[in-house]
């Protein structure tokens, strides 16, 4: 694995869990995250609770990515070890419901047993003190890697970036119940 050679410390994979057209061998990309040896995985789409016995019986920790408290809470209730709460400010899917990080974080931090990490528009070290103000445990940041020296990205689009104001992201399939942030 790439990732082993560059890091003695642990580190996660992602399994986003789609609704497709054309049938995606999640069961085989869940067993070759156990096979690997890797010991969190950050699972995203659709409910998770299908590969929850693999995971769990191969000692691996899983972190659901959540954009409302309702499935931050189902996904405590079916045993998630914790959950990424996305407020609408995320890249990516944010889900449908457009409630914001200031909203999300501190209800998450009333309602949930288990711990949540803050997800969306957190780049620095402001976003982190406000995470953990409103009651996160911790913060993931996504785009601000993209533009670190070691992303293999070309460095024209990391400048761009940097350039960009709060007005240079799109939403789009609006229309279609599945809406992503683009740059």
Request: hydrophobic content about 40%; glycine content about 8%.
């Amino acid at each position: 694995m790439h990732c082993r050679d560059k890091t003695d410390k642990p580190f996660a994979v992602n399994l986003t869990i789609l609704h497709t057209i054309k049938p995606v061998p999640y069961e085989d990309y869940a067993q070759a995250i156990v096979d690997s040896g890797v010991k969190i995985v950050e699972t995203a789409g659709r409910n998770p609770e299908p590969f929850l016995p693999l995971f769990k019986s191969a000692g691996i920790k899983v972190i659901h990515k959540c954009t409302s408290i309702r499935h931050s809470l189902k996904s405590e209730s079916i045993g998630c070890d914790a959950v990424s709460v996305d407020g609408f400010e995320c890249a990516g899917h944010p889900g449908e419901d457009d409630v914001t990080n200031l909203i999300l974080l501190p209800l998450a931090a009333r309602r949930l047993k288990i711990p949540f990490v803050a997800s969306g528009g957190l780049g620095d070290d402001r976003g982190l003190a406000a995470a953990l103000a409103l009651g996160a445990d911790g913060i993931n940041m996504g785009t601000r890697f993209m533009v670190t020296e070691e992303a293999p990205i070309h460095t024209k689009v990391k400048q761009a970036m940097v350039d960009a104001s709060e007005l240079d992201t799109a939403l789009i399939y609006r229309t279609l119940s599945n809406t992503a942030r683009v740059f």
